[in-house]
């Protein structure tokens, strides 16, 4: 049967020229999205590993395993193993303990390369290991008058020799090693004295100086940045819930909450440093709250995050089906019962959402807390709540910006390693939020 038998037009039967364009152009904007989406991806894998390359390694610290001979002629003259005695002994001492050890493994083992001094050999160890052998004597006196087992910190250049960072050429016009060090340090890890576990001291332990960077550590950031989470939300999430409902059920629609609900659509726009000056002006210099202090910036950071949970907040609220609202009034509730009773609760995974959303954003901003003297060089932990609360700490997208100020290249490796301690924390949050929104949504 033709379609001129059954008078359907043509058109029907054969594609025309518009309808090819049309078609055509459908195409071309799929194919725009998926190009979009496809470089979107690539630029992550990119980023990601940049930072996967470059920071991982800072999860691997390379150390020295020694017996050293705790000597209580030098430890502890009097023999009393009084705590106050033993505190008087510096670094200096225990210093001179590990390089005797040291010296007289790789000699005892024919290591060392012909004509390299004991000076040399002992410079292969971190400044930072004596601090950590006085600590592990401090923590048990009874360990004194016999030889351990120790895993030295090994320095900044020999662990990067390890890591590639560090080469023989490099070696030669370098005034911090030498190449017959790092065939040292190629000869013991061959003879498995050198060895590379996993560094936990990079987690816990506090910063170090720019002369250590093998001993930088993220501890005290990561205190501090949890003070600062554990403010916004005691302080940002019930002020801004508290608001979100009485914007949206119980304020009357006139100029005034017109005006409300604009600059806090402009507050969520504002840039984050201009919360820094604010805090910077009302907070220490006013209010006369310490700097580099997890009170003033949490403070600062419920300001920034304020907006965000007032905004996801009231969606959330407008989201519940007015029929809600309708049959708790009509069964006699009054207004407050129906929003806290039925309302709030139907609301409360976008309000989560939302909450924990603005903190991620808050825990990864980095010029607020600059400008309220968070820069510092921090070293102490912060002390347990409220107290903590006012001493001085550091936090972790800080941390990242004071590592790549300094001139020694393994900085860069913490401060990538940082990042991925960041990523780590933002990814959880998020992840949470997703897990929340699905556990407790109700869909209408």
Do not use: C
């Not at 013991?188 to 001993?215: C, K, T, Y």
């Amino acid at each position: 049967m033709t379609a001129e038998a059954t008078n359907i037009p043509p058109s029907l039967y054969k594609t025309d020229a518009r309808t090819r364009r049309r078609n055509a152009a459908e195409a071309r904007f799929r194919y725009y999205g998926m190009a979009a989406v496809g470089f979107g991806v690539l630029a992550l894998v990119v980023l990601l590993a940049s930072v996967l390359g470059s920071g991982l390694s800072s999860f691997f610290q390379t150390r020295m395993t020694m017996q050293v001979t705790l000597d209580a002629a030098q430890l502890d003259k009097a023999g009393t193993r009084d705590p106050a005695t033993l505190a008087k002994v510096t670094t200096l001492t225990y210093g001179k303990l590990l390089d005797q050890a040291l010296v007289a493994e790789v000699k005892e083992k024919g290591l060392a390369p012909a004509g390299m001094s004991d000076k040399d050999i002992a410079g292969l160890l971190s400044k930072e290991a004596p601090a950590q052998l006085r600590a592990v004597v401090l923590a048990d006196p009874s360990l004194i008058g016999t030889t351990i087992s120790f895993d030295a910190l090994a320095g900044g250049r020999i662990d990067g020799f390890f890591k590639g960072r560090v080469t023989m050429e490099s070696a030669a016009l370098d005034s911090n090693v030498t190449p017959d060090q790092l065939r040292l340090a190629q000869a013991m890890r061959d003879q498995g004295l050198i060895a590379q576990p996993f560094n936990w001291d990079f987690i816990s332990a506090p910063d170090a100086s720019e002369v250590r960077p093998e001993a930088a550590g993220l501890g005290v950031a990561i205190l501090g940045s949890l003070y600062m989470m554990l403010i916004v939300l005691v302080l940002a999430l019930p002020i801004g819930v508290a608001a979100s409902i009485y914007l949206e059920e119980f304020a009357p629609k006139n100029w005034f909450t017109d005006l409300i609900e604009v600059n806090i659509a402009n507050l969520a726009a504002v840039p984050s440093i201009v919360y820094g000056i604010l805090g910077l002006a009302v907070f220490i210099n006013f209010g006369g709250l310490p700097q580099s202090s997890p009170i003033v910036g949490g403070l600062v950071l419920t300001l920034m995050t304020l907006p965000t949970i007032i905004i996801a907040t009231r969606a959330s609220l407008k989201a519940v089906p007015p029929s809600i609202k309708d049959a708790a009034l009509g069964i006699g509730a009054s207004k407050t019962q129906m929003v806290f009773h039925h309302v709030l609760p139907l609301a409360m995974p976008g309000i989560m959402t939302g909450t924990i959303i603005g903190m991620a954003h808050a825990l990864g901003e980095t010029a607020p807390l600059l400008l309220i003297g968070m820069v510092a060089f921090v070293r102490d932990y912060p002390a347990a709540p409220p107290e903590g609360f006012f001493d001085p700490a550091s936090a972790l997208p800080v941390q990242v910006y004071n590592f790549t100020r300094r001139a020694d290249p393994a900085y860069l490796e913490r401060a990538s390693g940082a990042i991925i301690v960041l990523l780590v924390f933002l990814l959880a949050m998020n992840i949470i939020a997703v897990l929340l929104r699905r556990k407790f949504e109700r869909r209408w």
